[in-house]
């Protein structure tokens, strides 16, 4: 079924997903303007704290200029926005066998980042983020690549406009181990994004 909120039904997520096994990151557009709006208005009532300015030692450090807060109302949109795309999410790959275990879409997390932030350096996410990574992104305009190291071997950037939803694979999709090194950068306009993800460590 197709929910009125999303602009990509679920047979276009699932395409997305199937072709996520050949490209390391793939953006579609998923949020309506009308639901985008209501996540957007949420967002800017929320308190924000400062990233921590990096993070790592020596050769591993990474940068990153963001506001965020992983606290959000229950009842609010973005709480109707982790429901509905769960269930969006189930129903597109209900006829694959991707992912080593069920994907619980249990962790959240709300980013600004402010005009000219120098946004965030190569980085993979953490070993415990498993499966797949859903950037929501709500507003702004920012440049965000793939590539193979921290010195942005092979970049290749991936279209993130708002309304877009990026994916990107975590330890568990079809048998890969792959976590694709990630950056943002050229931030021109306040750009709002939404990170949805499964948090193993809140299940073991
Ligand atoms: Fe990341």
Not at 16 to 21: G, R, S, W
Not at 72 to 88: R, S
Request: glycine residues 6%; aromatic residues 10%; proline residues 6%.
């Amino acid at each position: 079924m197709n929910h009125p909120w999303f602009s990509s039904s679920p047979e276009m997520l699932g395409r997305a997903v199937q072709i996520l096994q050949h490209v390391r990151s793939i953006s579609i557009p998923i949020l309506t303007d009308d639901f985008r709006n209501i996540l957007l208005e949420e967002a800017k009532r929320y308190p924000l704290r400062p990233a921590k300015n990096t993070v790592g030692t020596a050769n591993n450090l990474v940068h990153q200029d963001m506001l965020l807060q992983d606290q959000l109302k229950g009842d609010g949109a973005f709480a109707e926005l982790v429901v509905a795309f769960q269930q969006h999410f189930d129903e597109a790959i209900s006829e694959q066998n991707y992912f080593s275990a069920p994907v619980v879409f249990n962790d959240v997390m709300l980013q600004k980042y402010e005009p000219k932030s120098g946004g965030i350096t190569p980085h993979r996410d953490r070993t415990d983020y498993r499966h797949i990574i859903c950037l929501f992104v709500l507003e702004g305009f920012g440049r965000f690549y793939i590539a193979d190291d921290r010195i942005k071997t092979n970049a290749v950037e991936i279209a993130n406009l708002p309304g877009d939803v990026v994916l990107m694979p975590g330890p568990g999709f079809v048998g890969l181990n792959d976590r694709p090194f990630h950056y943002l950068e050229n931030i021109t306009q306040e750009r709002w994004v939404f990170g949805l993800r499964h948090d193993q460590s809140k299940l073991d």
